[in-house]
């Protein structure tokens, strides 16, 4: 039997003059490519919008996700928006290298799956890089139950996407 050592899932703000906000914005970045590359400010922004922000450990991985509520100008969450009228947008989860391979993705999901629930959502979506391919995002997310339900071709067509949806 496979049995999942316990980790301590985490909520997080971003205070002035913090060193972690330092931290999450040079691990996001790390990830640029499959995520998209922020700012101090507008990480700051993101995580004050979130309905979900959680990190492991002191930060071997994080996931901030926006429920339709959320005031974000970005063109996936507004492709959403525009179809659905309550759900959470998992906008970006990075698990930093040194933790791959431990389950924490997976373990992130189930706690925002958790969350989103008890919160009274029903649906959590989110997008995965087409081109630039993603591969191990398409695997993970499919083994989670997410199912396609739309593309787009966006940043002037730099970058294409699949939209996700998973049924809670």
């Known amino acids: 039997m ?4 316990p980790i301590s899932i985490t909520s997080f703000e971003i205070s ?10 040079a691990l996001n970045n790390s990830h640029a490519e499959e995520l998209s590359w922020l700012e101090p400010e507008q990480i700051k922004h993101l995580v004050a919008q979130a309905f979900y922000a959680r990190r492991i450990g002191d930060l ?7 429920d339709q509520n959320g ?10 928006r525009a179809r ?13 290298p040194s933790a791959r391979g431990k389950g924490c993705a997976r373990r992130l999901y ?14 959590i979506v989110c997008e995965v ?17 997410f199912v396609e339900v739309g593309s787009a071709s966006i940043h002037d067509g730099r970058k294409t996407v699949r939209y996700l949806s998973r049924s809670l």
């Open 110 to 123: 189930a706690d925002l799956f958790d969350y989103a629930e008890t919160a009274g959502h029903d649906q």
């Open 129 to 145: 890089n087409r081109q630039p391919p993603n591969p191990s995002s398409d695997a993970f997310h499919a083994a989670l139950g």
């Open 84 to 96: 659905y009228d309550r759900f959470v947008y998992v906008d970006r989860i990075v698990v930093a």
């Open 71 to 80: 005031q974000y100008d970005n063109p996936n969450f507004r492709w959403f």
């Open 60 to 66: 071997d991985a994080f996931l901030i996700a926006l």
């Open 2 to 5: 496979n049995m999942m050592a």
């Open 16 to 25: 002035p003059g913090e060193p972690f906000g330092d931290a999450l914005l």
